[in-house]
């Protein structure tokens, strides 16, 4: 008998004995396949049992195969033994197979008798009866299945079963750990960073591979010296200050540091690290960024020298501009002198040939201000220094004028020059017309410039704006059909100074700064300037700019057709298409009813077909020189045909085809226009041919300066150059005034002091003197000026011609500003309006409040003469030799009137002259024989006679200056005394 209580004790010893010995086989093997044997050996001695064998699953087969065996040493199984390692079981076949599949202890009492079973006949042989296996498990997942045999039949132990199961797991666990522990191992040995565990009591505990491959130290090395050693002299304390912060227990995130190599050299290295605290260990991790530190610090300092170099240049490039502008500060002020003193010199007495030369030196002169105010603009610009104006202004006039102006070259060179501004443009706009005005004069000019045949078309469209932007941006574009810009040239054109061809400056002359300026200015303007370019085809110059919409809206007269003009039809004969579609848009837009024909002969069958009808046309414009048949004839076959001569017939002609003019005349034409028609021009024939009361008409001039001064002044010219003195200086004595000249401000002021005996009634300073300047010197004044001591009227002169000048002037107690160039006129009108205005004991006015001087009417305005015959010299010519074959005629004619007390005839004659001398420029005769108009209009004739001594000066004055211009032609008889295109025609013949 046992003792069941006894026996059960023997068992669970005999297992715990069994555990033990497995773990610590575990323990003390490097791997499972070591253990192995060691595990089998314990299980079996503990428990008595024979033989044990280790299966290991072949993944690559998904087979079990035996690796191992083990048997008693007193007993031996050689044929079992053999079957078993060269046996494999697949997933539930067998013992081993059988836990496999189940992931379960598995009991057999006697393999001989068992039906899954394959190795039971050699079992059989051996004597072999129970056997158990159980698997090792690893996350659930069977590793490896262990069995054992006894040579007994053992009933299942079921106890025995679950503590065999406990140990599968737990082999499975450790060998879990065990290979973590490994991979953990590899990545230590692997990683390119620096890993390490240092003790807090500052030396390395454990190093990776890496420290020494990055730092030359091996690891012995390492770690036989405080940490602190290998670290830079200089980082020291920063480090010591981060591992008290690591002693804290708190992580070190992005901290840097340097180390030393073993070489004397040093690496940055970026740290990060936690402490373990119980176990008075930091981890660290730390990454060798020597490379990028380098190139930080290389990036740093080209970044440095980057900036350096810009600041240079913008030094370089301010210094550049301010020495532009100086320079042509420097080269107006001699020109000022030179235009000033030509201009005198042209007013006396001179041979032909004396008047040849002044005359070629004043153009010249002229000339250069021009490249030099170019120059001026650039350097403005490129310093920052050019503030755009801000004032409403009529886009169509604009255009207009400055497509005209280059009218005169187009049509020298027979191109046809055409421009179209879009419908939906609106008149008015606010921005700088003068800005804009030049920027379209310089690529209208170099369209004609570059372009030897066809045409030139300016087109001006609106473009939609951004979102939130209110401004009105256009579009214009500029498109010639010249010489072309090469492609790798058209990205040059807009730098300064550059030309798309080195021979173009020998060709076509000019400075290459015209289009830098321009793309600068519409850059300004929040535009933008390009350009599309063929060789040889042409080229389209495009540039947008943003304006302002004008608030009020005087200037939309315009789009505002007078009911007159409404439905009228006109004829419009043309053989360009363009300029037909631009005339038809253009009469359009006045609601009258255009229609349009490209030759003689297909307009004249359109007016003869619907002469008897009621859509008869009440008007025909026609350009004159057309192919096969030309305007003229036209014009004569419909004058010679009753029905139609009554229709009032518009020529366009070009700009200079002088001898037109006559034929015009005694074809008996209504109006002629000069090509490109503006539209203002062309709604001021129609308004007047059709009698429409224009609202274009021109405000009336404002009063000219007396041709004698009232009295003589007393004047006191300050400025600094010694030229512009003596030309302010002969100007004013010329007119009988007495000019006390002083070099500066301080001696002006003095002046001024030592004056109050004799007063000055006037005075001009310049603004930059030496020792004072004109403002400083004007508020000195201002304030020594107590009471009852008359006020200086005081004019700034400057040749600086920058915005503001005029604000700055009189908010120092100016009272007007003249800018250089001196303009003699405008000089003396100037100072004798201010001087007069003051000695008629006028209450000194706040100079802000002062009206913008008023242009004086110059004796000879040849931009306005130019104007009335569309820049036509030749035409201007014959027109002078008109009006000077008139005018001592009605000068005669008003003399015996006024003698006889004929104010009526007085007044007919003088408004006719009036007519006539303002068609040739004869600004300040005009507004003589106007005075004398007015006299007689009154009825009585006092004051008639010295109107009339006045006149005739006047009148003298611009025979002169006739001369001075080279525009008295021998004397032609004709018998017309008016402009044609001023004559007005019946209403709706
Ligand atoms: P420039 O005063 O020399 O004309 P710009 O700056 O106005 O200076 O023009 C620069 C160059 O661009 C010109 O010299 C010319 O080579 C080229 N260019 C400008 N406009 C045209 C054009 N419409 N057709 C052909 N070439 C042009």
């Known amino acids: 008998m046992t003792n069941p209580e006894a026996s059960g004790r023997d068992a669970q010893s005999r297992r715990l004995t069994a555990e033990h010995a497995t773990a610590r086989?575990?323990?003390?093997?490097?791997?499972m396949d070591e253990a192995a044997p060691k595990i089998l050996e314990a299980i079996c001695d503990s428990l008595g049992w024979e033989h044990g064998a280790f299966w290991?699953?072949?993944?690559?087969?998904?087979?079990?195969?035996?690796?191992?065996?083990?048997?008693?040493?007193?007993?031996?199984?050689?044929?079992?033994?053999?079957?078993?390692?060269?046996?494999?079981?697949q997933r539930g076949i067998g013992l081993p197979g059988r836990v496999w599949a189940s992931g379960q202890p598995a009991w057999i009492p006697d393999v001989t008798s068992d039906t899954n079973f394959p190795r039971s006949k050699v079992a059989a042989r051996e004597?072999?009866?129970?056997?158990?296996?159980?698997?090792?498990?690893?996350?659930?997942?069977?590793q490896s299945v262990l069995e054992f045999f006894s040579r007994e039949i053992r009933k299942p132990d079921a106890e025995l079963l679950s503590m065999l199961s406990a140990v599968g797991h737990q082999i499975g666990i450790f060998l879990d750990r065990r290979r973590a522990q490994e991979e953990l191992d590899r990545f230590f040995q692997l990683s390119i960073d620096m890993l390490c565990i240092v003790g807090f009591d500052g030396y390395f505990k454990r190093v990776n591979p890496a420290w020494q491959r990055i730092l030359g130290y091996t690891q012995e090395e390492l770690l036989s010296r405080p940490y602190l050693d290998f670290v830079h002299p200089d980082d020291r304390s920063a480090t010591v200050a981060g591992a008290e912060h690591l002693s804290e227990g708190k992580e070190l995130l992005h901290f840097e540091n340097r180390y030393l190599h073993k070489d004397g050299t040093m690496r940055w290295l970026l740290w990060t690290a936690a402490p373990i605290a119980d176990q008075q260990v930091i981890y660290g991790a730390a990454r060798d960024i020597t490379e990028r530190k380098e190139a930080e610090a290389t990036l740093a300092l080209l970044v440095r020298e980057l900036e350096f170099s810009k600041r240079r240049a913008e030094e370089a490039t301010e210094a550049k501009s301010a020495f532009l502008a100086n320079m042509s500060h420097e080269i107006r002020t001699p020109l000022n002198a030179i235009l000033g003193m030509t201009s005198l010199a042209l007013g006396t007495r001179l041979t032909a040939e004396q008047r040849d030369f002044i005359t070629t030196v004043?153009?010249?002169?002229?000339?250069?201000?021009?490249?030099?105010?170019?120059?001026?603009?650039?350097?403005?610009?490129?310093?920052?220094?050019?503030?755009?104006?801000?004032?409403?202004?009529?886009?169509?006039?604009?255009?207009?004028?400055?497509?005209?102006?280059?009218?005169?070259?187009?049509?020298e060179k027979g191109l046809e020059l055409a421009y179209d501004v879009a419908r939906d443009v609106p008149d008015a706009l606010v921005g700088d017309p003068g800005r804009l005005r030049q920027v379209l004069i310089n690529i209208v000019g170099n369209a004609v410039k570059f372009t030897a045949a066809g045409e030139v078309l300016?087109?001006?469209?609106?473009?939609?704006?951004?979102?939130?932007?209110?401004?009105?941006?256009?579009?214009?574009?500029?498109?010639?059909?010249?010489?072309?810009?090469?492609?790798?040239?058209?990205?040059?054109?807009?730098?300064?100074?550059?030309?798309?061809?080195?021979?173009?400056?020998?060709?076509?002359?000019?400075?290459?700064?015209?289009?830098?300026?321009?793309?600068?200015?519409?850059?300004?303007?929040?535009?933008?300037?390009?350009?599309?370019?063929?060789?040889?085809?042409?080229?389209?110059?495009?540039?947008?700019?943003?304006?302002?919409?004008?608030?009020?809206?005087p200037a939309a007269r315009v789009a505002a057709a007078p009911r007159e003009l409404e439905g009228l039809r006109v004829l419009v004969v043309d053989d360009n298409a363009t300029n037909r579609r631009i005339l038809v848009e253009m009469l359009a837009s006045w609601h009258m009813a255009p229609t349009a024909v490209g030759d003689a002969r297909a307009a004249l069958l359109a007016l003869q077909r619907a002469s008897p009808t009621a859509a008869h046309f009440h008007a025909v414009i026609t350009d004159c020189q057309m192919p096969e048949v030309d305007g003229f004839t036209l014009a004569r076959w419909i004058k010679n045909d009753a029905r139609l001569r009554g229709i009032p017939l518009v020529m366009l002609t070009s700009i200079g085809q002088s001898e037109d003019a006559?034929?015009?005349?005694?074809?008996?034409?209504?109006?002629?226009?000069?090509?490109?028609?503006?539209?203002?021009?062309?709604?001021?024939?129609?308004?007047?041919?059709?009698?429409?009361?224009?609202?274009?008409?021109?405000?009336?001039?404002?009063?000219?300066?007396?041709?004698?001064?009232?009295?003589?002044?007393?004047?006191?010219?300050?400025?600094?150059?010694?030229?512009?003195?003596?030309?302010?200086?002969?100007?004013?004595?010329?007119?009988?005034?007495?000019?006390?000249?002083?070099?500066?401000?301080?001696?002006?002021?003095?002046?001024?002091?030592?004056?109050?005996?004799?007063?000055?009634?006037?005075?001009?300073?310049?603004?930059e003197m030496p020792e004072l300047g004109g403002l400083e010197a004007t508020k000195a004044i201002r304030q020594r000026e107590g009471d009852g001591r008359r006020r200086l009227p005081i004019v700034a002169l400057t040749a600086h011609a920058m915005e503001g000048d005029r604000q700055r002037s009189l908010a120092a107690g100016m009272d007007d500003y003249l800018s250089k160039p001196i303009d003699v006129d405008r000089l003396i009108a100037t100072v004798e309006r201010?001087?007069?205005?003051?000695?008629?004991?006028?209450?000194?006015?706040?100079?802000?409040?002062?009206?913008?001087?008023?242009?004086?009417?110059?004796?000879?305005?040849?931009?306005?003469?130019?104007?009335?015959?569309?820049?036509d010299r030749d035409l201007l010519k014959q027109l002078i030799a008109?009006?000077?074959?008139?005018?001592?005629?009605?000068?005669?004619?008003?003399?015996?009137?006024?003698?006889?007390?004929?104010?009526?005839?007085?007044?007919?004659?003088?408004?006719?002259?009036?007519?006539?001398?303002?068609?040739?420029?004869?600004a300040a005769g005009r507004a003589a024989a106007a005075r004398l108009e007015a006299i007689a209009r009154s009825g009585s004739l006092d004051g008639a006679d010295v109107a009339l001594a006045r006149l005739r000066t006047e009148l003298e004055k611009l025979e002169h200056e006739f001369h001075a211009a080279d525009l008295v032609a021998p004397a032609r008889r004709a018998g017309v005394r008016r402009a044609p295109g001023r004559r007005r025609q019946g209403r709706r013949s």
Not at 25 to 31: F, K, Q
């Open 362 to 411: 004043k153009s010249s002169a002229d000339a250069l201000l021009e490249i030099v105010n170019d120059v001026l603009d650039f350097s403005k610009i490129e310093a920052r220094r050019l503030d755009l104006e801000r004032v409403q202004f009529d886009v169509r006039e604009t255009v207009g004028d400055a497509v005209k102006l280059l009218a005169f070259r187009a049509s």
């Open 25 to 31: 086989a575990l323990v003390s093997a490097a791997s």
């Open 56 to 89: 290991t699953i072949d993944r690559t087969a998904d087979l079990l195969r035996c690796a191992e065996i083990w048997n008693l040493p007193s007993v031996s199984f050689p044929e079992f033994d053999a079957i078993s390692r060269s046996i494999a079981f």
């Open 662 to 767: 006559s034929r015009l005349r005694r074809l008996g034409i209504s109006a002629y226009l000069t090509k490109p028609v503006k539209h203002s021009d062309l709604f001021n024939t129609f308004a007047s041919l059709f009698s429409v009361a224009t609202r274009l008409e021109a405000a009336e001039d404002a009063p000219p300066p007396t041709p004698r001064p009232r009295r003589p002044l007393r004047v006191l010219v300050a400025e600094d150059h010694a030229v512009n003195r003596k030309l302010v200086t002969t100007i004013l004595n010329k007119r009988g005034h007495t000019v006390e000249a002083v070099e500066h401000g301080a001696a002006a002021l003095a002046a001024f002091e030592a004056s109050a005996d004799q007063p000055f009634d006037i005075a001009i300073m310049d603004f």
């Open 458 to 553: 300016v087109r001006v469209a609106t473009r939609q704006p951004g979102d939130d932007d209110r401004g009105v941006h256009l579009h214009f574009q500029v498109s010639d059909t010249g010489i072309g810009i090469p492609g790798d040239k058209v990205a040059h054109v807009f730098e300064a100074f550059t030309q798309a061809d080195a021979s173009t400056t020998r060709r076509y002359g000019g400075t290459g700064l015209g289009l830098a300026i321009a793309r600068r200015l519409v850059e300004l303007m929040n535009g933008r300037l390009w350009v599309e370019s063929e060789v040889g085809l042409g080229s389209t110059f495009h540039f947008t700019a943003a304006f302002e919409p004008a608030s009020d809206t």
């Open 127 to 142: 004597g072999l009866h129970a056997a158990f296996g159980f698997p090792i498990l690893l996350r659930g997942e069977v």
């Open 882 to 922: 008109l009006y000077r074959a008139d005018a001592p005629m009605s000068i005669r004619k008003i003399a015996r009137a006024a003698k006889a007390g004929d104010a009526e005839t007085v007044r007919i004659a003088a408004h006719t002259l009036k007519g006539s001398v303002a068609t040739v420029g004869g």
């Open 834 to 871: 201010l001087a007069d205005a003051n000695g008629a004991g006028a209450p000194a006015q706040d100079a802000a409040s002062l009206p913008e001087a008023v242009a004086p009417a110059v004796t000879f305005d040849a931009d306005a003469a130019l104007r009335h015959t569309g820049g």
